[in-house]
Each structure stands twice: as structure tokens, then as C-alpha cells.
């Protein structure tokens, strides 16, 4: 058995189907919801976070995880004679891998890395699910942490909103422009890039939506992808993930097809309407 503990936490999604046969510790991001706090996944779950989000008039923040916490957590594996790495969401989007290597420097603990995956949701996820594989297959930290690196410049992560509503309640649009794109039918096709969510196309109509992501996916990855897995992430309309699913099978087919619910901490940002596409290049 190796004696490397992988740690991540809720910025990060990928399919319970996968994660649930790994060993990888998930900490919890605070969800702040019209005044009361959340852990998400603990607290809350899923499900719950998207009916108070189509209910609600404002929109959620997060609250990221503390110094004590990670000092705590990595004494605690630390003590058990284990590696720890911890793999944070992107540090561009977020204060997390600060704290994390805050409280690794304080330690003055050798075995504990600290991995800014500077990616968020399934592109933090894909990550993670390389990370486990790798350790399960016995590799050493300082061949995990390279590859990491290698693999870290060839995520792909692309999604998109069906509605503005949202972006402008959670202040990442004026409300003119939502006003705008609401009128003329315009959705925007975001890319994580450098860390952070950027806006690289957008079409007119939500029946563009599928057809522009995988196309903007291909463009980046290639036209085969018989050997490669496709994650597709979706918020809380099951009836738009099944038919995305059903076009990335007819027109990718990829090697596999995982599907996973984005999590309350993309989701507190993004709005429920939220659906994405990734896959790593190797």
C-alpha cells in the first residue's frame, strides 16, 4: 500500500463513480447562502444547493478553507507516517493554495506538497484522478509531481451558461450587458485559462450551445479521441445533460463518456444552468 495521502477539496468535481474507488480526502469550502454558512457536501448536498440557488434572489459566496484546518489535517496524516499532497483549485481563482502552503511552511514538514492544479472543477478533477492512478501504480512523489506539471498544461476545460441572470447576480457581468445578451439570445463559451474563467466565444441561441463546445474542444484536442476519456459536468437539468451526452457519444466517440453534477462551489458563480465539457490531452 503506498503511503502518499492525496487531498483536494470542493473546488474541484469528478464522477463519484471514479472518486469512490480511490483513496483521496475531500475538505470542504464553506458555502455562504443568505446568511448561513454550508460545508459543501456536508452540510448540504448537491441537490440542495440548486433548489436554494433557483429559489433564491441572491447569489451564494464561498468561503475558502482555513490555515488551522490544513495545518490539522496534514498533522494528522503526517503523524500517521504518510506523504501528503494536497491538490488545491487554481490559486488565480482563489486564496486556498496560499493557506495550504501556509500551513505547510509553518510545519516545516518535508513531506507535504502542495499542487496548484491552477484549474477548477473537472479540470481540477482530471488532475486528482491522475494523481490516484499514478499513486495506485506505486510511483514515487517526485515522478507524481512532474507529471502533474506536464499534465497540468493539457487540460482542457470549456463551459457555458444558459442564462445571464446569474452571472449578473453574482456581479461577473453589468446588468446592461446581461440585459443585452438576454435580448439578443447571446451565450457566452467559457474556457479556464491561465486559472482563471475566460470568455472565448459565444453564440446565439441555446441550440448552439453543444455543437460550439465540442467544437471548441476539438479544436484543442484533435479529431481522434477513441483513446481518450471526456468528462461532461452539468448543473440541475438532467434533461440537457442527457441530450449533451448523446451528442458528445455521436460526435466525438471518445474511449469514455464520464458525467458528473458540478459542485455548489462553480455552481455559486456560475448560476444551475451551467454545463461544461474536458478532457486531457496527453
Not at 443568505?34 to 464561498?62: C, H, Q, W
Not at 443585452?180 to 459565444?202: A, F, H, S
Not at 455543437?211 to 471526456?230: A, H, T, Y
Amino acid at each position: 500500500m503506498s503511503n502518499i495521502k492525496i487531498i483536494c477539496e470542493t473546488m474541484n468535481d469528478l464522477p463519484n463513480d471514479i472518486m469512490d474507488n480511490y483513496d483521496v480526502e475531500v475538505l470542504p469550502v464553506t458555502i455562504v447562502f443568505e446568511g448561513k454558512e454550508y460545508r459543501a457536501g456536508v452540510d448540504i448536498d448537491t441537490n440542495e444547493f440548486y433548489k436554494l440557488l433557483r429559489s433564491s434572489e441572491s447569489m451564494p459566496s464561498t468561503s475558502q478553507i482555513t490555515y488551522i484546518t490544513y495545518k490539522e489535517i496534514f498533522e494528522k496524516y503526517i503523524n500517521e507516517g504518510k506523504t501528503v499532497l494536497y491538490m488545491a483549485g487554481s490559486s488565480a481563482a482563489s486564496g486556498i493554495y496560499q493557506s495550504a502552503m501556509l500551513a505547510k511552511n509553518d510545519m516545516e514538514e518535508e513531506n507535504v506538497y502542495i499542487f496548484d492544479t491552477y484549474s477548477l472543477s473537472a479540470g481540477g478533477g482530471i488532475l486528482i484522478y491522475e494523481a490516484a492512478k499514478m499513486v495506485e501504480e506505486g510511483h514515487d512523489i517526485e515522478y507524481i509531481m512532474n507529471k502533474l506539471e506536464e499534465y497540468k498544461e493539457k487540460v482542457q476545460v470549456y463551459f457555458s451558461v444558459d442564462g445571464l441572470e446569474y452571472l449578473h447576480k453574482g456581479g461577473r457581468i453589468s446588468g446592461t450587458k446581461a440585459a443585452i445578451g438576454t435580448l439578443l439570445n447571446i451565450k457566452p463559451i467559457l474556457k479556464i485559462e491561465d486559472g482563471l474563467v475566460k470568455q472565448k466565444n459565444q453564440v446565439r441561441g441555446s441550440k448552439k450551445i453543444f455543437p460550439k463546445l465540442i467544437e471548441e474542444l476539438r479544436n484543442e484536442i484533435g479529431e481522434d479521441f477513441s483513446d481518450k476519456d471526456v468528462y461532461v459536468g452539468y448543473g440541475d437539468d438532467l434533461d440537457a445533460r442527457d441530450s449533451f451526452i448523446k451528442k458528445v457519444k455521436e460526435e466525438l466517440s471518445p474511449k469514455n463518456v464520464y458525467t458528473f453534477q458540478i459542485g455548489s462551489c462553480v455552481a455559486s458563480h456560475s448560476g444551475p444552468t451551467v454545463m461544461g465539457i474536458a478532457c486531457l490531452k496527453k
